[in-house]
């Protein structure tokens, strides 16, 4: 769910499947990590919860595989020349390995708290696995 705003967010999205409205999300990652720390809420976690309430949805960028296809594209390289840099698993990884292109994951966002690192600080091989395996 989108936390907080569900009693807000909610009852528009309920009237939005009522009336058999799709939805378009272009965006759908589910959360940020300001520059001062704090976790936002992204169009994903609503999408996904149109989605728990029985509406349906387009997503459009990653982890969906055109978004990356397009990128490699665009970028008019080979795409065993191309590296997606991201850090969040759900989104950045997943899309790169679907995609079959290499990624790197950064340690220092989305999955930071999971990991117990402070900003600046690698976890261990025994932290990443496990959170590798939980995700």
Partial sequence: TTGDTDEVIDPLLQK???RNI????ANPDFIVVKPDGSKGHMPGKISRRYEELG???VSF???HVPHFEACIRDLDLPREK???VGDSLHHDVAG???TGISSVFVVGGVHREELGCELGTLPTKDELEKLFLKH
Wanted: a positive charge; proline letters at 11%.
């Fill in 96 to 98: 790169a390995n679907a």
């Fill in 61 to 63: 960028g990653k982890p």
């Fill in 16 to 18: 939005c499947k009522e």
């Fill in 82 to 84: 191309v590296v997606h």
């Fill in 22 to 25: 799709p939805m378009v999300c």
């Fill in 55 to 57: 509406g349906t949805c």
